[in-house]
């Protein structure tokens, strides 16, 4: 069984992502030169972006983790539960919340309110990937990696009932998958 037999099409490309990190770690890093930024990774999605995104950032920062979660399958819950903060402390310091995708906009908004009670100097988002069409919540990441239409995607990160998240890329799945 090879997991990529399950992808119907390739909608960003590992190239094209990789690319698209070092462009970006490139501006963060130019944009907060001298400020030693605070990134934030939401688990579980937005793992293989923040490291491919951290690695190629070239200004001190420091890195951390928060868990919240809205989905379970594909459809949306409106729910947004937080079940991990970060422990580094973000008083007065500039925290970037590096997120796998942007849909409703509805968990990463849940988010930005809870860090902003620890009172940071600022807080911008990046997101590799950003469905503006499903936006429920006005929301805009500084950093986008790249806009794509409303389909449910799979790959660098992002799940399918917690499997495929170790695709390099990110696709569509087979509709047959989700019958299975
Ligand atoms: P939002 O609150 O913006 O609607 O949802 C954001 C979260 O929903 C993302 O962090 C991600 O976990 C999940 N999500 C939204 N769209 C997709 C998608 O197309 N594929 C996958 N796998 N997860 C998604
Ligand atoms: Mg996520």
Redesign the pocket.
Known sequence: MNINLDIEKILVSEEAIVQRCKVLAKQISEDYEDKKPILIC?LK??VSFFAHLCEQMTIPMVYDFIK????AG?Q?TGI?NISYMPTTPLKDRHVIIV????????????VVEELKKEGPASIELACL?D?PS???VP?EAKYTGFV?PN????GFG???NEE?RNLPYVGVLKPEVYTK
Not at 151 to 154: G, N
């Open positions: 939401p999605g937005a919240a979660s809205s989905y594909t949306s947004v997120e796998d995708i942007i849909d409703t906009g509805r968990t990463l908004s849940a990937l469905k499903m936006r429920k929301l794509i389909e449910f995607v799979v992002l799940d399918y495929y």
